[in-house]
């Protein structure tokens, strides 16, 4: 069994800086797949950043790449996620994800990842 849980959430104002975590307990998630998805209010679910299961490799989703850098603390069994120059569209609920089967073609997919945490709030005010 695995259980993420994320933290670091929190109001901010735009142009701001947080950093989220999300530790795991169950499986080590700092060889494999894992990232973030955020659901911002009234709308689905939608990719943020990931590792590449093999390779680990990163991907961004277009609206916070050069804002946001996701990393691994492999010490904590962490994966983290530095989002600087916070808008208030960033506004939304960030979810740790982890799946160590997942293919690289399915990464932006919620419903294919396995595992989720139960979510961390970020507020953007302006």
């Known amino acids: 069994q695995v259980h993420l849980v994320e933290s670091g959430g929190g109001l901010v104002q735009a142009g701001g800086s947080l950093r989220l975590s999300c530790t795991a307990s169950g499986r080590t998630i700092t060889t494999t797949a894992a990232g973030w998805f955020r659901q911002l209010p009234g709308k689905e679910r939608e990719f943020v950043a990931v590792f590449t299961r093999t390779g680990g490799r990163t991907i961004y989703a277009d609206s916070v790449k050069d804002r946001f850098t996701i990393s691994r603390d492999k010490a904590k069994n962490a994966v983290l996620l530095q989002m600087n120059s916070l808008k208030p569209e960033d506004t939304a609920i960030y979810y740790c994800?982890?799946?160590?089967?997942?293919?690289?073609?399915?990464?932006?997919?919620?419903?294919?990842?396995?595992?989720w945490g139960q979510g961390t709030q970020v507020i953007v005010s302006t």
């Open positions: 994800v982890f799946d160590d089967r997942i293919i690289t073609s399915s990464l932006r997919i919620p419903s294919e990842w396995d595992y």
